[in-house]
């Protein structure tokens, strides 16, 4: 299983040292002469800390864990690793020989055990000889023999079935061809049990069963973790602390006290940029009001005693109002120079504009009545009333995709009646498919006409004027940064062109919000701000997703599909 991990042998006592991961001023380009992903990165590790690692799609997390697995070297800087225990690392897409077997690939997962012991027992060997150099065998002896333990080595064997088992792979033979097995991988290096796990996203594919079971595994490992996820429940149960990878400062700032930590520090953070803001708005005018005030002094001339003033008296008056005029207007100047803006909006969903109520209304807002869409949807009634707020469960393909897909008006059935909100909303699980020129900008792509749904009673609009008109509305919803904006759709990351939909999504108000895998390739900082805004949104709701943690928050209805058949849960 050659490179669907990398595993570094454990080091002699001789050699051994505390484990600590370091990175100081470290700076990473993506190719010469491009700009670099991260600069200037300094944070570390003790031993036994488990630190999730997340950030935007593209912000350079896998190549934050790369750098640290020794895989690519810094442009600048210093990565220094030090792991008596050995170093293991799985990328997010492991590459596996399709053609070997399961057990090739244990076999590989655990060659550096093998390797151990065979030492230990080639020097039991020697020492049954009774060798002349005694004390120097024994103290080899007992080198070997303590990292061997240090990785629980006689216990490797039954971690592979324990691995397997946990992760899903249990009844899979060990002749077995690999082919896409990607939970292999993860199996293999949690049952190396190196001092230093990397993972890049270790819970993709995973059930709830197996997400459970390695949340257990690594919080129960001996050693240190970094793993980068975007689960929100695995940080909450794993990470001690978070690693925030930013990229438009293009470095990491490191949250202590976990996940529940991190959101501490970020509402902490947001109260401390508004502050600013009121402060500079508050200074602003103070120097105005300053320079205005003195100016109307030194216009009106002070006051004139001949018995008590001079001449010279007043011209000193005079300058020193003056100065103050001066001081005033360079002060207001350096500051409009560098001005502290206010934070972006909180994200908000807005229901039916004047005229109406997003709960107005006795009758269904959405209606099903007898669906059938071939064999992916059999739905004999489901109804959507205004307000009313609905989570759509169930495995994979059992038609909440398509339920969605025939509310929003995308796809008609072959048989039974629908009626549809007059104003919909839908995010479709694959973001910005009706985006057709991908040469467009970013921004030109936000103005364009939002999708015409068949048989949808409001047509898709563009916005009036120059794409140009929109940068300031379109930044100040906090989903991109300036130069993002001229970036051609075909070039953005998969997590860009979700934002972009959910930009575009946020542009009118609607009555009913279809929103499909709604979390899915977002950062967990902007997943909290869209749960909040939705809190905050008084239309309809329909909502397919796996996402643990929007589930158990979620308050309203919830239903499952099986086979494309609906049955309540509550």
């Known amino acids: 299983m050659q490179n669907s991990y990398r595993s570094r042998p454990a080091p002699t006592v001789e050699s051994a040292q505390i484990f600590q991961i370091t990175l100081t001023d470290v700076v990473r380009a993506p190719a010469p002469g491009r700009p670099a992903v991260l600069d200037g990165v300094g944070v570390s590790v003790a031993l036994g800390e488990r630190i999730g690692v997340i950030g935007e799609n593209g912000s350079g997390k896998s190549t934050l864990l790369r750098m640290i697995a020794g895989v690519d070297a810094p442009d600048a800087g210093q990565v220094l690793v030090q792991a008596p225990g050995g170093l293991g690392y799985l990328p997010q897409t492991p590459d596996i020989p399709l053609d070997g077997t399961v057990q090739s690939a244990v076999d590989h997962a655990l060659a550096d055990l093998r390797r151990l012991e065979a030492r230990m027992r080639a020097v039991e060997d020697r020492l049954g000889r009774g060798p002349d150099d005694l004390d120097a065998v024994l103290q080899e002896y007992g080198a070997l023999v303590e990292a061997f333990e240090a990785r629980d080595g006689y216990a490797a064997d039954a971690r592979v079935e324990a691995a397997l088992h946990g992760l899903g792979l249990g009844d899979i033979g060990r002749e077995r061809v690999l082919g896409e097995l990607s939970r292999l991988g993860l199996a293999c290096l949690l049952a190396a049990s ?54 438009e400062r293009r470095t990491v700032t490191r949250h202590g006290s976990g996940y529940a930590g991190f959101l501490r520090e970020k509402a902490a953070a947001r109260h401390r940029w508004e502050q600013e803001h009121q402060d500079w708005l508050a200074e602003v005018d103070r120097q105005r009001a300053l320079a205005r005030t003195a100016a109307d002094v030194l216009a009106s001339g002070p006051r004139r005693d001949a018995e008590r003033s001079s001449q010279r008296h007043q011209r000193n008056v005079e300058k020193q109002i003056s100065a103050r005029v001066r001081n005033a207007k360079e002060r207001l100047r350096r500051l409009t120079e560098s001005p502290v803006p206010p934070p972006p909006a909180p994200m908000r969903f807005t229901a039916r504009p004047a005229g109406g109520t997003a709960t107005s209304g006795r009758g269904p807002l959405a209606d099903l009545a007898h669906v059938r869409v071939g064999d992916r949807l059999d739905i004999e009634s489901f109804e959507v009333r205004p307000g009313e707020r609905i989570l759509v469960s169930g495995p994979n393909g059992a038609g909440k995709s398509t339920l969605l897909r025939v509310l929003a ?41 939002l999708p015409d749904a068949p048989g949808a009673p409001l047509p898709g609009t563009s916005l009036p004027g120059a794409p140009e008109e929109h940068r300031e509305a379109l930044l100040g919803l906090g989903l991109f940064r300036p130069h993002d904006l001229l970036t051609p759709v075909g070039a953005l990351s998969v997590g860009q062109l979700r934002r972009l939909s959910l930009a575009r999504l946020l542009r009118r108000p609607v009555d009913l919000l279809l929103l499909d895998e709604p979390t899915n390739h977002l950062s967990p900082a902007l997943v909290e701000d869209l749960e909040e805004a939705l809190t905050h949104y008084r239309g309809a709701l329909v909502t397919v997703s796996h996402d643990r943690m929007l589930t158990r928050r979620f308050e309203g209805r919830r239903v499952e599909l099986a086979a494309g058949r609906l049955r309540p849960q509550s």
């Open 194 to 247: 190196p001092q230093v796990l990397l993972l890049d996203e270790p819970t993709n594919h995973l059930d709830r069963a197996g997400l459970e079971w390695l949340e257990e595994r690594l919080r129960q490992h001996r050693g240190s973790v970094l793993v980068v996820s975007h689960d929100r429940v695995f940080l909450e149960r794993v990470a001690t602390a978070l690693w925030e990878v930013d990229a």
């Open 409 to 449: 008006g995308a796809e008609e059935p072959d048989h039974g009646h629908v009626t549809r909100a007059r104003r919909t909303g839908w995010l479709p699980q694959e973001s910005a498919g009706e985006i057709t020129d991908p040469r467009a900008t970013l921004l030109a792509a936000y103005a364009e006409p």
